[in-house]
């Protein structure tokens, strides 16, 4: 079974900040996803990656695939990133195993 | 865009009752999925479908079964509920795992608790 490691579970940045979240994950994946949930909100898909790096506005997530470890920056954080971030690892099927979560404050 | 749908945001019931939780995805998605999210342990898999009538036992199926009788709709039954299944059900769909982008969409969440 797939054990997926989230750190840090808490994260206080402020305005501006470069933030790094990191993902590191048990066993061989066929892809990694990367979600976005607000307080009392639902989950939103920010990035799927099976290698490489991809970016998306300030988001940029990375895979290293030996390594068995993503990342997800943020750059010039806003309050407006405070969220829960949470990776995800799917393997050879349909099912994703998720971290446990990252919750980031940014305040101004 | 994708939408999937549940049919509460906030649900309070009683300890026995017999719960029912609904899903539509409007995408022709084969695949859904019920999961359970509680602080500290992350989201958990109950149950997934991936065709009409079609279900998985996911990691925590005890005290839920599912029905999947139309492609669009998956209903979370709570048979009996219990205080422990007080919790956030997220419901999500996806293509099947073959197709290449298969990102899961999911809906916006049921905060239940039962009493």
């Known amino acids: 079974k797939n054990e997926v490691e989230q750190s840090p579970q808490n994260l206080t940045a402020q305005e501006g900040e470069f933030i790094t979240i990191n993902c590191s994950y048990s066993v061989g994946i066929s892809a990694l996803h990367w979600l976005q949930q607000h307080p009392g909100g639902g989950i939103v898909s920010l990035f799927m990656?099976?290698?490489g790096k991809k970016k998306h506005g300030r988001l940029i997530a990375t895979i290293n695939i030996q390594e068995k470890h993503s990342s997800l920056h943020i750059t010039a954080s806003h309050p407006r990133d405070s969220a829960v971030y949470i990776c995800?690892?799917?393997?050879?099927?349909?099912?994703?195993?998720f971290g446990k979560g990252t919750l980031l404050t940014v305040n101004p | 865009d994708v939408k999937v749908t549940q049919s509460s945001r906030y649900l309070v019931k009683r300890t026995g009752e017999k719960v029912f939780l609904e899903c539509v995805q409007d995408?022709?998605?084969?695949?859904m999925f019920w999961y359970r999210q509680d602080p500290g342990l992350g989201l958990r898999l109950i149950y997934f479908s991936y065709d009409v009538k079609m279900k998985e036992k996911g990691d925590i199926p005890e005290g839920y079964s599912v029905s999947r009788e139309k492609k669009e709709r998956f209903s979370l039954i709570l048979e009996s509920a219990s205080t422990n299944q007080t919790s956030m059900y997220l419901c999500?769909?996806?293509?099947?795992?073959?197709?290449?982008?298969?990102?899961?969409?999911f809906g916006p969440g049921t905060r239940l608790t039962v009493l």
């Open positions: 999500a769909s996806s293509t099947p795992a073959a197709v290449s982008y298969n990102e899961q969409f």
């Open positions: 990656l099976s290698s």
């Open positions: 995408m022709d998605h084969e695949n």
């Open positions: 995800a690892a799917r393997g050879s099927n349909y099912k994703l195993t």
